[in-house]
């Protein structure tokens, strides 16, 4: 047991949970009930993944990617009492601008969502003369806050750390270009406000043929979880294959003071698409991690991921276990 290892979480006792199969010696394990949303959940969903999810007063609250019927790309909110069974608006967040001249989103996909301080912060990928990033908060998931652009275009993949970084605010993103980026390392960036970013630290590359599944590019999934070893980061990698992308995730540990330095990174894969709902849908083989629940009384973590760019799965694992296995199979050093 490494429930000592969490230093910054919550206690959540009602985090979704299901003990691993007797007999599975998987550091991570599949929900037997996935998809956990699927993709007509809501009104006039083509699909519902790369969501996120966090605690919210008696339950959980998240924001997700639905694709409507015509594709159009747009985040609308939903709730739950349990984080299995969830209620899905049916029309897209209509955010508040701060400031009448914020551009408006040709498109918001891929979320996520991170308390800090006082308030609940939402990134997304926004439409704005190509993938950039978009940024909004809200206190109650009923109105919903949108502020400037935080990096220029072309970026993609903003996830906030849970807390400052000595007096700043913390940011992982990774540069891009206009279309199906086939490229991309993790960057850090800082700011005192939310608004005016620098301090850009390059964090990781892909591995090429030291490790095939993040070979091709890398991505921050949920919000780094503070731990007494450093920060653990799940994240996803692409392998391009003969057939397309294959995305996949595993985990890395930065350190909590200068976290665009990476203390240990897992060589394999933790979860790689296998099952029919991550390798059949409207984009195959596709396993893209956006939020994660820990408890800190038991080093329980359920991490929640998008399946074939369709529906939204659910992984169980324990912190200290995801530990040892990134240490234990480190790239680096």
């Known amino acids: 047991m490494h429930s000592s290892l969490l230093i910054h979480g919550s206690s959540l006792p009602s985090i979704p949970w299901e003990e691993r199969p007797e007999g599975d010696s998987s550091v991570l394990w599949r929900y037997s009930q996935n998809p956990v949303i699927g993709r007509d959940a ?4 083509n699909s519902i993944f790369n969501s996120a999810v966090v605690p919210f007063r008696d339950g959980f609250a998240g924001v997700f990617r639905c694709d409507d019927t015509c594709r159009r790309m747009n985040i609308r909110v939903g709730f739950s009492k349990d984080g299995i069974s969830w209620r899905i608006a049916d029309s897209p967040i209509d955010f508040i601008k701060a400031s009448l001249d914020i551009p408006d989103s040709e498109y918001k996909y891929d979320p996520r969502v991170v308390f800090v301080e006082d308030r609940y912060w939402i990134v997304w990928c926004n439409g704005y003369h190509g993938a950039s990033i978009g940024m909004g908060y809200t206190f109650d998931f009923e109105t919903f806050q949108q502020i400037e652009n935080p ?3 072309y970026n993609r993949n903003g996830v906030l750390f849970p807390r400052k970084i000595g007096n700043n605010y913390a940011l992982l993103s990774r540069p891009s270009d206009s279309g199906h980026t086939p490229f ?3 960057f850090y960036s800082e700011s005192p406000d939310m608004t005016y970013w620098g301090k850009h630290r390059h964090v990781m590359s892909p591995l090429g043929s030291q490790s095939l599944w993040q070979s091709t590019k890398i991505g921050a999934g949920p919000a ?4 007494k070893e450093g920060w653990l980061l ?4 692409v392998l391009n294959s003969c057939n397309g992308f294959v995305y996949s995730f595993s985990a890395a540990l930065l350190d909590l003071d ?3 330095k990476v203390i240990a990174r897992a060589r394999p ?3 790689s698409p296998q099952k029919t709902y991550e390798c059949v849908g409207d984009v195959p083989n596709v396993a893209f991690p956006c939020a994660a629940l820990t408890d800190s009384d ?4 359920a991490v929640y991921y998008g399946c074939a760019d369709t529906s939204t799965g659910l992984v169980f694992g324990r912190i200290g276990e995801i530990i040892d296995f990134v240490k234990q199979n480190n790239a680096i050093g």
């Open 42 to 45: 809501a009104a006039d969903t």
């Open 151 to 153: 990096l220029m275009p």
């Open 184 to 186: 991309g390392d993790i």
């Open 224 to 227: 780094p979880i503070e731990t």
């Open 234 to 237: 799940f994240y996803h990698g």
């Open 258 to 260: 200068q976290p665009w």
């Open 269 to 271: 894969y933790l979860i």
């Open 298 to 301: 038991t080093d329980r973590v």
